[in-house]
């Protein structure tokens, strides 16, 4: 099974900012935990226990900001953790890790529920994705969303199983194995990596600031050359 780890980044509702991203990254079952145990050594160098890396979660605003304990550690350091991180990406991709992501300019969605946009548009390419290992490699795989529980779960939910029965703008869903679930961030460090991935995003977007975008840019799902991982609009 593919497991998409999705986070998103930026307010819906926020006026002051102009850009709102849903992203994170497709891993195949059997990396997750090898892909844990690396980020696990990045987050041992800000843990007071060595036998408890968990106790230090990944969430790229605290760490660039220093909020929730992390401004005890250098600024420095804290974002060469959060590039560290990013990059097990390269490493892992493309045969373990695939980005998709999906970046709107909130001026061009008025009047509508951009965040349906962006989840429509991560639901269809992450199915086309699992059809072309079907079509090219006769692999049988099935895909699975994972959410960050502070997303809106009931939303989210409903809107899965309409793509599934009724379709959506680019047709039916048909290789996932179930709606979307949602984990509590804490408790996952590849729903960590996908905030990551998707502070990447905004600030690449919103702040013009792509230190950490630059690292992962050229890792989104594409294939002969044309990138369908990462919507811009």
């Known amino acids: 099974m593919h497991l998409l780890y ?3 980044s930026g307010s819906v509702s926020d006026a002051d900012q102009h850009y709102f991203v849903l992203a994170g990254l497709s891993v195949f079952e059997r ?3 090898w892909i844990e145990q690396e980020l696990n050594q990045v987050a041992l160098r800000f843990a007071p226990d060595p036998s408890r890396p968990y106790d230090i979660e990944l969430h790229a605003s605290p760490m660039r900001n220093g909020r929730s304990g992390w401004r005890a550690f250098p600024v420095a350091n804290r974002l060469q953790a959060i590039k560290d991180a990013l990059t097990l990406i390269q490493r892992h991709h493309p045969r373990d890790v695939r980005l998709f992501a999906a970046a709107l300019r909130k001026q061009n969605f008025s009047g509508q529920d951009i965040a ?3 989840f ?3 639901c269809s390419r992450f199915d086309l994705f699992l059809m072309r290992l079907y079509h090219d490699k006769k692999d049988k795989q099935r895909g699975l969303i994972v959410f960050d529980k502070s997303s809106t779960e009931a939303r989210i ?3 899965a199983r309409e793509f599934k029965y009724s379709g959506h703008q680019y047709g039916l869903i048909r290789n996932y194995a179930e709606v979307p679930v949602f984990l509590d ?5 590849l729903i960590q990596l996908a905030d990551l991935v998707a502070f990447a995003l905004f600030r690449h977007f919103e702040h013009n600031d792509s230190q950490f975008f630059e690292i992962i840019e050229h890792c989104f799902d594409a294939e002969g050359g044309v990138v369908h991982g990462f919507y811009h609009r």
């Open 120 to 122: 429509t548009q991560l």
């Open 31 to 33: 990396s997750t935990h």
């Open 185 to 189: 961030s804490k408790a996952s460090r």
């Open 116 to 118: 349906q946009e962006a």
């Open 157 to 159: 939910q409903t809107l």
């Open 6 to 8: 999705l986070d998103e």
